[in-house]
């Protein structure tokens, strides 16, 4: 199973900088064996797309998607909007959507399996709060998200899909979580998937960690036991600053 890197542009970044992003990452010296992703704003999609044209490297991904294929939903995309620009992953239910926008778990569900049967990795973000951390509820907290957010997921399906452990007290705050911790909410999150889907489906979902992930400490994560990746949001904004955070993740 290879590790997966996501870039997280969040609401950085129009279609005019995107495709200049896009083509200075290309120029990178990238690791073979790994897969990479960036995940865009929506407008910027196809700027990305055109500035990557055939190449595969890196793939394409969302930062949201809605539930319903089409209809009045005003200011929404669809799944099969985005698989329209070869997008392959979308992230769903980040804290910052939870929190500024009320994303509830039932709404990442929904989006969750949207995106699996349009043939979309779904990325799906849990994480507890900084007051919960403290009262020790993360494992609490990571259970419900995530019983809630599979609760629509085909086991079956061949689309497959990740999760991201982001502890939102980690997020942007150069404070990044323990390796060992994360490597316990990782444990928690594929026991919940074990619990409901079975151990052979849980063993092949890649869990990443996000927060605060940088080229000084990708290492430490991603040679923790259960821990396959990263989402990684301000050290993805350069892209010469991601192309060193890859190649430092796994050395060629
Ligand atoms: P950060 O963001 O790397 O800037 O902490 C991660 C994320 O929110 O996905």
Redesign the pocket.
């Given at each position: 199973m290879n590790a997966l890197l996501i870039a997280?542009w969040k609401m950085h970044y129009g279609p005019i900088k995107a495709g200049g992003w896009v083509r200075a990452f290309r120029r990178e010296r990238l690791p073979k064996d790994v897969d990479i992703a960036v995940a865009v704003p929506h407008v910027s999609l196809a700027a990305a797309r055109a500035s990557l044209g055939r190449a595969s490297i890196p793939s394409l991904a969302a930062q949201d998607v809605f539930w319903d294929k089409d209809g009045s939903f005003t200011g929404e995309v669809s799944a099969s909007m985005l698989d329209e620009f070869g997008v392959q992953y979308c992230l769903v239910g980040?804290s910052e959507r939870r929190t500024y926008l009320n994303e509830t778990s039932e709404m990442v569900a929904k989006k969750a399996a949207a995106l699996q049967e349009a043939g979309i990795v779904p990325v799906i973000c849990v994480g507890e709060t900084a007051a919960e951390y403290k009262k020790k509820e993360t494992n609490k907290i990571l259970r419900q998200q995530t019983t809630a957010a599979i609760a629509k997921l085909n086991p079956d399906s061949k689309t497959a899909f990740v999760f991201a452990y982001?502890p939102i007290w980690?997020?942007?705050s150069g404070k990044p979580c323990p390796s060992q911790r994360a490597r316990e909410a990782h444990e928690v999150i594929r026991g919940v998937i074990a619990k409901k889907m079975g151990e052979t489906v849980a063993a092949k979902v890649r869990i990443l960690y996000?927060?605060?992930?940088d080229s000084n400490n990708i290492t430490e994560y991603i040679t923790t036991t259960g821990i396959d990746g990263a989402?990684?949001?301000?050290?993805s904004l350069d892209p010469r600053v991601f192309g060193l955070l890859c190649r430092t993740a796994v050395p060629s």
């Open positions: 997280n980040h982001e980690a997020i942007g996000g927060g605060s992930v989402l990684v949001g301000g050290a």
